[in-house]
Nanobody
Framework: QVQLVESGGGLVQPGGSLRLSCAAS????????VGWFRQAPGKEREGLSW????????SYADSVLGRFTLTRDYAKNTVYLQMNNLKPEDTAVYYC??????????????????WGQGTQVTVSS
């Protein structure tokens, strides 16, 4: 069973930064579109950002545009989500997901094949 692994979550004060990592077993993550999602207690899962497999371009939801940056380290077969200027409303469990689709995936959850277990991000003073 393929599973992605997120890391880098933790407790940070408002205005602070965290960098989340996404790695995978059994698949070469470089070949997959990778998306980041989050889910806060009592809320639906929210799409944040994705990076294409076919051109390497990252896109962002309005809620994180300008604060979050999604990149790949191809040598490490790892995807990073750099989160800056964090706000209390960013508190959630953050998940990465991978899609093998060669077409545009976006933040359509149904298009993602593999998911991680999530990493907790808490923004609090």
């Amino acid at each position: 069973q393929v599973q992605l692994v997120e890391s880098g979550g933790g407790l940070v004060q408002p205005g602070g930064s965290l960098r989340l990592s996404c790695a995978a077993s059994e698949i070469t993550l470089n070949l997959y579109t990778v998306g980041w999602f989050r889910q806060a207690p009592g809320k639906e899962r929210e799409g944040l950002s994705w990076i294409n497999n076919y051109d390497g371009i990252a896109s962002y939801a309005d809620s994180v545009l300008g604060r979050f940056t999604l990149t790949r380290d191809y040598a490490k077969n790892t995807v990073y989500l750099q989160m800056n200027n964090l706000k209390p409303e960013d508190t959630a469990v953050y998940y990465c997901a991978a899609s093998a689709s060669t077409a545009s995936v976006g933040l359509d959850i149904s298009r993602y094949n593999y998911w991680g277990q999530g990493t907790q991000v808490t923004v609090s003073s």
